[in-house]
């Protein structure tokens, strides 16, 4: 399973959520199948990008979030699993794309290519509920269970270790920044 | 324990007149009655993190959504952050208003402390931050208020220093 598939085969409905990526190859996905302002793709700060999520669920609750984590970036906060858990925003889905590597400064081996489960780790911090696909259509179908049953969701997307062919794009942080946040304001008008 | 009830209350008083309506929190023993406070508060959303580099991420959140936010956290927490406010905090521009415990600074009885209150400061000073030492409950209100103008205005993390003079009453 590609991750590429993956995002392209739920982007129509990303377009209505607020989505926040992590660095590398994530982000360049997402943006090469077209960049929205509702679209943040947080290109450092590692572990980050749930926490981002956490706190823009927490402050617009009316609002559907949409965070597109990764294995490498998961394992280096994997607390976040317990506070996410603990308030269990109803509006957050928290999808892990696992390909077992640290694809995008070389591919070196991650602990979930030694038997780590994330989806373990997170249903044994709390988060009600966790899938794990292994193929497009699961990943799909895990996506709309996530959006139908309205709670916190992990879903833990195993996907090959293959990356896009570039990484940087034209947009800038800041750019990207500004815009995200200008949209996210203008929602609560 | 002597933390001070009072410096607290004054505080988390001068917090909510900043129009701050999130809190993230990892609890230290100077910070008991202000996550507290902010635990009855209604009003106040209170996050108690597993570790305080997640407070970053929450507060970048919130502020995207245009909510106001505040990080309470020892200043080993502070230290533990430091990615996450070079990385993301300090590249992003996020206005990220911390209010750190100062403990290892003078006074402090605690031996594990101390290796940490002495790089404290200098710290703050690499990375550019803007900080305080708050020592008095007098100058709170004021204080808090201008590190919130500071923060909204230079979209950069600004520090305010909890001192032992301010929280610890014996």
Known sequence: MLRLDCIRSIYSQLEKCVVVTIMGAVAAELQSLGHRPNFFYLQHAMGLASSTGLGIALSLPEQTVVVLDGDGSVLMNLGTFSTMARYRPRNLVHIVFDNESLL????????????????????????????????????????????????????????????????????TLLENRFEFSRYLRSTKK | ?????????????????????????????????????????????????????????????????????AMLMQNHGFLASINGIVSFALLYRIPLLMLISYRGSFGERDPWQTQGGSVTEPLLRALGISYFCLQTAESVPVRIAQAQALCSSSLQPVALLLTRDLMWEE
């Open chain 1, 104 to 171: 995008s400064v070389g591919g070196f081996p991650t602990a979930t290519s030694t038997g780590t489960d994330l989806a373990q780790i997170a249903k044994a911090a709390g988060v009600p509920s966790t899938a794990v696909a292994t193929t497009c259509d699961d990943f799909v179908q895990a996506v709309h269970a996530a959006f139908a049953a309205r709670d916190l969701m992990t879903i833990v997307a195993k996907v090959e270790a293959e990356g896009p062919a570039r990484y940087v794009t034209d947009l």
């Open chain 2, 1 to 69: 324990m002597p933390v001070s009830v009072n410096s607290s209350k004054v505080i988390y008083a001068a917090l909510k007149a900043a129009g701050i309506r999130l809190v993230s929190a990892l609890p230290e023993t100077w910070l008991v009655h202000l996550i507290r406070m902010a635990e009855d508060d209604p009003e106040m959303i209170l996050v108690r993190l597993a570790k305080e580099e997640e407070g970053v991420g929450i507060s970048a959140g919130a502020h995207f959504a245009g909510v106001r936010s």
